[in-house]
């Protein structure tokens, strides 16, 4: 990214995903915000060359948040993932710029659970992956839904595996 001298590590390229024409490349020691606070990088293809065309961090950011820890895209919405703030934010290009539109946590979340972790997204439905979650046992772990409707995300169900047990790390990925 522009922003990286040649010293840094900002461990840039720690998740990647990919539609189209675009890209999403997150960041998780940037420090803009604080230490390893994390941001992710926004690139588009044009002609024969990608190039960088925004970065993204969290409203909120604070220190040791990883944002950038999982990232998703599809069409112009984006997902981003931040393991140790048990969140994930969504952000919708608007044609001139990419927007923060929502953060994502589940009613249930406790610290730790690590929520955010592992992220997905197609079109208006995402997926965030918590794979301490401890519903069937320690680390048994568990993956949300959310929906978007009527311009807001919403949770719509909580998955968990039907033999779910103890170090499971289920929605690990």
Known sequence: PSDVAEDEDKSFGWSVAINGDVAIVGAIEDSNAGN???SAYVFAHYGNAWEEVQKLTASDATEDDYF???VGISGNVAIVGT???NSAY???YNGVTWEDQAKL???DVARGDW????VAISG???IVGSPLDDDAGNSSGSAYVFAHNGGMWE???KLTASDAATSDFFGSS
């Open 36 to 38: 390893d606070s994390g």
């Open 68 to 70: 950038g820890w999982s």
């Open 83 to 85: 393991w140790y703030a």
């Open 90 to 92: 969504v952000f919708a």
């Open 105 to 107: 946590g589940p009613s």
């Open 115 to 118: 929520f955010g972790y592992s």
């Open 124 to 126: 208006d439905v995402a």
């Open 155 to 157: 949770e719509k169900q």
